[in-house]
């Protein structure tokens, strides 16, 4: 009886890695996600909700099933974006990842969705029993390293229409079509420019054909011609998580 009670709970276990959106659960060998799907919690995730404060206890994590989560700093009430979760990661990997309790970033909700979250002890109970697990996660802690570092190369190195040409290309690879609900003011914040810059920009590229501006969305015309336009600093985060964790 006990055996056909676990071969039950296994067979639960992965029709629901099946059918989660969530590119790190997917990724996970069936026996870890059997380890952490009990400890799972279905939550929805609101916009301008901060789901990690900056230096707070990080005491739970979130793998975004939909909806978007920026990483940002903070500078005399002043947000900047340098990192940007979707279903494609986990949302307080990396301090947990290297044993730190708290972070100085603030992680709060771009676009609303759904995720799933688990307690930090949970994870890191789990995280003891399998090394394929810690492997995976510092797999993915450093593609997201490797975004940030590509932040910082854009900032410094690109025109303001290439910075804002890669963040559309991020965005749109972590929805669904091709309409990204964008504001102004989350946009001058990804930037880190006012919102007349953000305005001249966004008029540019559609001026370009490259995308088509409307209220509170943007929608993506032409991938290849923005592509065009972030001179490298697009692409290498992307190609790093497709080698270390959809490559095996």
Known sequence: MARSS?????????????MSRNR??????????????????????????????????????????TGMISISTTHDERRIEVGLVGREGLVGAVPVALDCVTTPHVYFVQLSGEAHTIGREAFCAVLGESPALRRLLLRYVHTLIVQITQTAYAHASLSLEGRLARWLLMC?????????????????MMLGVQRAGVTLAIQNLEGAGRIRAKRRRIEVLDRDRLLALTNGSYGTPEAEYARLIEGG
């Open 172 to 188: 749109h690879d972590r929805t669904d079509g091709d309409e990204l609900v964008l504001t102004h003011e989350f946009l001058s």
């Open 24 to 65: 790190i659960l997917r990724a996970l060998a069936p026996e870890d996600f059997a380890r952490l799907q009990p400890h799972l919690e279905p939550v929805s995730l609101q916009l301008r909700e901060v789901v990690i404060a900056p230096d707070a206890p990080v005491d739970e994590l979130f793998f975004p099933e």
């Open 6 to 18: 676990d071969r039950r709970g296994g067979t639960v276990a992965l029709l629901q890695q099946s």
